[in-house]
């Protein structure tokens, strides 16, 4: 079998000096996917509180906890979608839950968004940058043809 290999701008980034996360900064689909994800990131929070209301007092414990691992799952499968499958969030925060409350006192998925924050904002800027400078050299050699 024959291979081919080509640059597709991954990059790996060491989560919290364990896992690895890897992804191109620079996608668009990426950001896009993101954005969509912290709106259904909302949703799965909301979908908790409500249902956290509605256990019964005297099963609050056991359920409460099972209502938080189903709410970590779904973010981690989220995450997994924004970032590639190959991106095993269990594994890249070695089984903390999202919505533990960090020594800073939010939320872990408060603080992984937040460290993604930059990363992503510089990806967009780069993949925008390009875009232009390519768009500007296209219409330079128009005008150089006429």
Do not use: H
């Amino acid at each position: 079998m024959e291979k081919i290999q080509f640059d597709s701008g991954m990059k790996e980034y060491r989560i919290n000096g364990k896992g690895v996360l890897r992804f191109n900064p620079a996608d668009p689909n990426l950001y896009a996917r993101f954005m969509e994800a912290v709106e259904k990131i909302d949703t799965v929070e909301k979908e908790l509180a409500a249902q956290a209301q509605a256990v019964q007092e005297d099963d609050q414990g056991q359920a409460a906890l099972a209502l938080l691992c189903k709410a970590d799952r779904k973010m981690k499968e989220l995450l997994s979608w924004v970032f590639g499958e190959g991106n095993d969030f269990e594994q890249i925060l070695q089984g903390i839950n999202l919505l533990a409350v960090a020594g800073n006192g939010q939320r872990v998925v408060n603080n992984l968004f937040q460290a993604l924050q930059p990363v992503l904002v510089e990806g967009a800027q780069s993949c925008t940058r390009q875009a232009v400078q390519s768009a500007t050299r296209k219409a330079q050699a128009r005008r150089a043809a006429q």
